[in-house]
């Protein structure tokens, strides 16, 4: 499955971002093209009014001498021509030096009818050449010259030919610029993909290890069933179905908080209570339930007020103590202590239990992970790492020191206001 989305988004952003380049290229083509365009239509309508200007003048003194200048404009250069054009007779023109050129064009101005004030585009081909003709027509102002016309040309054909050659090269950049969208893709998917990877591996390992967990209860709770089915007289085999019952009933719900406050911020309501009082109902609970052990809370401040989520605070003490209880086997004695600064608060819970090995410090707030030493009780190695998932949710800290026989401190460092 992970393969598929793989492919699926290294095509898709590669398309995306494929199109995003090309787009951008299109643009700067039309705008290109647009621009240089308008720029010679301009010039050249500018051009003709001089040019009407010019010819009415010359009519009136000189009247109509026939003039032709070849100009020395090659196919490269951008040039104007103009020809003066009275009772469809060639009066006076500047022309191109190409005398094919020149005259193929003398024939079609002569015999196209060409809109007056309109731009008009001619090709004539000349071997393997081929000149690109603006060509703009008017007739004069004045209506004592109704017969005369003038007609203004521009040579276009470099813009024509650099247009070709951006194409070209635009072409060539896309074909470029695929293979680069296409390895930037690669690279940002294989990126992003590696955390969900990770993620996956990660919810698939927590859902087997979770069904592992629920198996064992379930299946010593089938195994009593059999038991009752033939001494049902035994009450002492419903009490450790009931036991039984409250493990997984613990799992269950801790599986259900897991899943809930996993990395979401939105999964913590938070709001302003004294957390003194919060320990200290909890202390008091579990006093009732473990009357042989001795609970000691040192409070530096009263009133230790807190921006938190209550629900999950109980929760984290809870946990915290009843490792404390858990993993200490005789003269039981634990120490809760509580210090406020300007901007957080510190909690420890100190036992003087068994104590975790160095090296098994680094797992404590793995998943279903448990000591060796510790399988004697019961447990499902997920309180830990809810209290951490906890912590983290409001952007706390817990920390552990420990040394095996004499006993271990957790200590939970909460900021006292939520950063929103
Ligand atoms: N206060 C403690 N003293 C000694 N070991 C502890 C203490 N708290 C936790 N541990 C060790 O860390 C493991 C994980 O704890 P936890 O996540 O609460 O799971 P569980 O209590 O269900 O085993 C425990 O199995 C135990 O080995
Ligand atoms: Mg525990």
Redesign the pocket.
Same mark, same amino acid.
């Given at each position: 499955m992970i393969e598929k989305i793989h492919k699926t988004l290294v095509l898709k952003y590669t398309v995306i971002i494929a199109c995003i380049l090309l787009l951008g290229f299109a643009a700067s083509y039309i705008a290109y093209r647009h621009n240089g365009v308008q720029l010679l239509e301009d010039t050249l309508r500018d051009y003709l009014e001089e040019e009407l200007w010019e010819a009415e003048e010359v009519l009136n003194k000189q009247g109509q001498t026939s003039e032709i200048h070849k100009i020395k404009s090659d196919i490269q250069s951008l040039y104007n021509f103009t020809y003066w054009i009275v009772d469809n007779k060639i009066i006076h023109a500047e022309i191109p030096k190409d005398d094919f050129i020149a005259e193929q064009l003398s024939k079609r101005l002569l015999t196209q009818q060409y809109e007056y004030g309109k731009i008009h585009h001619e090709n004539i081909k000349h071997g393997k050449q081929k000149w690109y003709f603006m060509i703009l027509k008017s007739k004069l102002p004045s209506d004592k010259f109704a017969n005369a016309e003038v007609i203004v040309l521009a040579n276009y054909t470099p813009i024509r030919k650099n247009a070709k050659i951006y194409i070209k090269v635009a072409l060539f950049s896309s074909i470029v610029m695929i293979l680069l969208a296409y390895i930037l893709a690669s690279f940002l998917v294989s990126r992003s993909m590696k955390y969900i990877e990770k993620s996956y591996a990660q919810q698939k390992q927590f859902v087997s290890d979770a069904a592992h967990e629920l198996r064992t209860p379930l299946s010593i709770l089938y195994s009593y069933a059999e038991l009752l089915e033939h001494k049902p007289q035994r009450q002492d085999i419903l009490n450790d179905i009931k036991d039984e019952i409250q493990q997984m009933a613990d799992l269950v719900e801790k599986l259900l908080s897991l899943a809930r406050y996993d990395n979401s911020k939105i999964a913590i309501s938070a709001k302003t209570f004294y957390v003194d009082e919060t320990l200290k109902a909890t202390i008091r609970s579990m006093e009732k339930l473990y009357s042989d052990v001795v609970f000691k809370f040192v409070n530096s401040d009263k009133k230790l007020e807190i921006e938190a989520d209550e629900v999950m605070i109980k929760q984290l003490l809870g =946990?915290l103590l009843?490792? /404390?209880v858990?993993?200490?086997i005789s003269d039981k004695k634990i120490t809760i202590k509580a210090k406020k600064t300007s901007e957080i608060i510190k909690l420890s819970i100190t036992?003087n239990?068994?104590?975790?090995k160095e090296s098994?410090l680094p797992h =404590? %707030?793995d998943r279903f992970?448990? /000591?060796e030493?510790?399988r004697h009780?019961k447990?499902?190695?997920?309180?830990?790492?809810l /209290?951490k998932t906890i912590v983290n949710l409001h952007n706390g800290k817990i920390e552990v020191q420990?040394k095996v026989g004499k006993?271990?401190t %957790?200590e939970i460092t909460l900021p006292l206001r939520q950063k929103r």
């Open positions: =946990i009843e490792n /404390a858990k993993y200490t036992d239990g068994i104590g975790i098994d =404590i %707030f992970w448990r /000591a030493t510790s009780q447990g499902l190695g997920l309180g830990l790492s /209290a420990s006993g271990s %957790f």
